[in-house]
Structures are given as structure tokens and as C-alpha cells.
């Protein structure tokens, strides 16, 4: 790819905590390249992404435009491992071109419309550029102040002017979006989020996907009792969530009969916990078949009867797989906060029939005790039940719905 005077538009990612992994860099770095390549194939434009010392570059094919790699920087935005996405210019290794470079970038932004305050920031990876960070910062903020008449303030500028000297070229930039942080989606291996359809567990899914879990998703439908509105609207937020992790599965469990039987145990109190444990049994049982290491669910203490310290214990009795609560100390106002930020929230507040409106006591027990539940259990026989309504389960992939063999 030539490199002509005024540059060639490229993207520039930034990493986040991966750079203090230590001999395990290179293993997250190679991870999080693989996310990116699979990420920009929806995009069916032709990258070369490539690795340098902090930051990795996705070099476009020439006659890319500005809005094609507008397209690209929008989409790795959303893939976990990055702090920030620069829209960058790619130039020659020489202090004329950058200047220029530098000038036309400045020009067409909004802060030189208005004469705003200005700064460049250089950063020299390459120690063999004749100029150092300080003369480069020199060169360019003058000719832009000689062409622009725009003023220097190097504590608290409207625009900041990023010129970065790498091994083979310079990359000149402006701002750029904000990434998700974290860690690369596999790096921490598999787990199975439990996915109600409400606000939380889209957000429990999100939060362990940024810590490097790649995540499948089981939800338990009221069916027969209930209509399939609430499996439409997982598999919504699944399709919403995908685009974090990519190679989403939902797994639907046909729960109403179970349930009916919880209810006719006579345990009007104990239904809801009795109906959590069997749940989180059955997710245990899918979790061993899809290899998941860790169960995930969108509790947060104190949120509702079932979510009080007493109840999270007996629940967590219930089984031998971890599970994880990212949101446990968060609040609601907290929870919906983010549920918007990534897009589930309005998803989450369509009516639907919750299989968990079917189980629902006018006075629900808060502090469970765990020898009555498993009474309760002995009397279903729970754990052949588990395994039962994991052999039911239908798997919906983003192309569509198959049985499960």
C-alpha cells in the first residue's frame, strides 16, 4: 500500500490491562486479534491487522473510504479488550509529511472553525526519528498556529492533535471512540448465563464477557403455560449481546410442567427458592455438556426476595459449578444504567409472560433453609428432573432454531 503525502486512513487501537499481563501478553494479544478478524467479517471489507509495541493497527486496503473506516473503527469499538479506537491518518516517516498531514487534519475539524484551543501530543516508538517528542510537538503546533491562528493551551485544549511514530510509518490522529475495556471474550474460557429476559442478566452477561468469558445463554420458558413471547425476547438480547463475543447460543428450557410440580408440592413459601435451585440444577447439567466451567446470573443482593443473603447461600447449595454474580453490589438504578449504555435495556422492558410469574407467592420466604428445600426436592427427585429437562432443551442459533441431538 503506498503512503502519499496527505496519508491513508487506518484505524489505531489502544490496549487496556492486556499490557500488564506479563510472559501472558502475547497469548491475550493473540486472542484479541482474532476477535478483531472475526468481528470486521461482517464488514466484508479486506483488513491486514497487525500487532506493534502497545497498540495494533487494521491497515485498509487502498481506495478505502472515509466512511468505510469510519464503519470499521464503529464496529471493533464493541469488541472487549480495547480502551481506545482512533480514526487515524497513516503517513510517511518524515517531518514535512506529518506536518502536512497535521495541517490538513486540523483544518477540517470543528475546533478550527471556531479558533479553539489546541495542543499536540507526540509519542516516538521509534528512536531512530531524527526529531523527538518535544521538537515534533514544535514543528507541527507552530505551523498549525501560523495557518490557523488557533491557540496553544497545553493543559485543558478543545482539540489535541496525536502524532505517534512507529516502526514504518507515523500515524497521525484527533480523537476517538471509547472501547469496552477488559479482557478479549476466551481468554477466560466458557460459561452459561442463566437469561431471564429481564434488565439484569443481559448486564451479568455483558460484565463477565469484559472479564474474557465467551458466554452461551439458557433461558427457562413458562411453556406450556405460557406463550413464547419471552423467548422472542431473549433471543433479542442474545442477537444484541453477539455483537461482543460473536458465536452466541441460546439454549431454551420447556420449564411449566416443572414448575407445576414445584407449586403442587404444597411449599407455597419455599416455590420461588425451590424453583431457583432447580434451575441452577439443570443449567449445571447443560453447563457439563457444553463444557461451561462457571454458571452466571444477574443477582444483586437485597434486589428481591430471592436475592437476600439467606436465599443467594441456599441457592448456591444447590450445586457444585461456580456462580458468578458480577451485579451482586450493584443497585437497580446502577443495573439499568448500564443496560442502556449497551443497548438491552429497551429490549428488556417489553411485556412478556416470565415463566417466573407462574411461581409467584403472596409472602415469599427470605431466609430459605436449605434441609426444607431439599425435602422438597427429594419428594420431585430433583436431580433426575435436572437431567430430564437438559435432555428437552432446543438451541436457537442467530441463523435460526434446531432440535438439539
Not at 406463550?227 to 411449566?256: C, M, N
Not at 416455590?271 to 462457571?294: D, F, G, N, P, S
Request: aromatic fraction near 4%.
Amino acid at each position: 500500500m503506498t503512503i502519499t503525502a496527505l496519508g491513508e486512513p487506518c484505524v489505531l487501537l489502544k490496549l487496556g490491562e492486556i499490557v500488564l499481563k506479563g510472559k501472558n501478553r502475547e497469548l491475550f494479544e493473540r486472542r484479541l486479534i482474532g476477535n478483531i478478524r472475526n468481528a470486521l467479517r461482517e464488514l466484508d471489507i479486506k483488513v491486514d491487522v497487525r500487532k506493534r509495541h502497545g497498540v495494533i493497527a487494521i491497515f485498509l486496503p487502498t481506495g478505502t473510504t472515509v466512511e468505510q473506516a469510519d464503519a470499521v473503527a464503529a464496529r471493533v469499538s464493541d469488541v472487549p479488550g480495547l480502551v481506545w479506537i482512533h480514526r487515524a491518518w497513516r503517513v510517511a516517516k518524515d517531518p514535512d509529511t506529518v506536518v502536512k498531514a497535521g495541517l490538513e487534519l486540523v483544518r477540517d475539524t470543528e475546533q478550527a472553525a471556531r479558533k479553539a484551543t489546541f495542543a499536540v501530543r507526540s509519542r516516538r516508538r521509534d528512536k531512530r526519528f531524527p526529531l523527538r517528542s518535544n521538537e515534533l510537538d514544535r514543528m507541527v503546533g507552530g505551523a498549525i498556529n501560523d495557518e490557523y491562528g488557533l491557540p496553544v493551551d497545553l493543559k485543558n485544549p478543545a482539540l489535541t492533535l496525536h502524532i505517534e511514530v512507529d516502526r514504518d510509518e507515523v500515524f497521525v490522529f484527533t480523537d476517538g471512540l471509547p472501547g469496552q475495556g477488559g479482557l478479549p471474550v476466551g481468554s477466560s474460557g466458557r460459561a452459561l448465563v442463566l437469561m431471564s429476559g429481564g434488565i439484569d442478566s443481559p448486564v451479568a452477561a455483558y460484565r463477565m464477557m469484559r472479564r474474557g468469558l465467551h458466554v452461551d445463554f439458557l433461558h427457562f420458558s413458562g411453556i406450556p403455560f405460557t406463550t413464547s413471547e419471552s423467548i422472542y425476547k431473549a433471543y433479542a438480547l442474545v442477537r444484541k449481546l453477539d455483537r461482543f463475543q460473536g458465536g452466541s447460543r441460546l439454549w431454551v428450557v420447556p420449564f411449566g410442567k416443572a414448575q407445576q410440580s414445584i407449586r403442587n408440592s404444597g411449599q407455597d413459601r419455599l416455590a420461588v427458592i425451590a424453583q431457583r435451585r432447580l434451575m441452577l440444577k439443570t443449567a449445571e447439567e447443560v453447563a457439563h455438556r457444553i463444557r461451561a466451567a462457571a454458571l452466571i446470573t444477574g443477582d444483586a443482593l437485597g434486589q428481591v426476595s430471592s436475592q437476600t443473603l439467606a436465599n443467594i447461600t441456599a441457592q448456591d447449595h444447590a450445586v457444585e459449578l461456580p456462580i458468578l454474580r458480577p451485579l451482586v453490589g450493584w443497585d437497580k438504578t446502577e443495573i439499568m444504567a448500564e443496560a442502556r449504555r449497551i443497548g438491552t435495556l429497551a429490549i428488556s422492558e417489553l411485556p412478556d409472560e416470565d415463566c417466573c410469574s407462574l411461581l409467584a407467592p403472596k409472602r415469599a420466604e427470605t431466609r430459605a433453609k436449605i434441609e426444607d428445600l431439599k425435602q422438597i426436592e427429594k419428594r420431585l427427585d430433583a436431580e433426575e428432573l435436572a437431567v430430564q429437562l437438559a435432555d428437552s432443551i432446543q438451541e436457537y442459533t442467530l441463523e435460526g432454531v434446531s432440535p438439539t441431538a
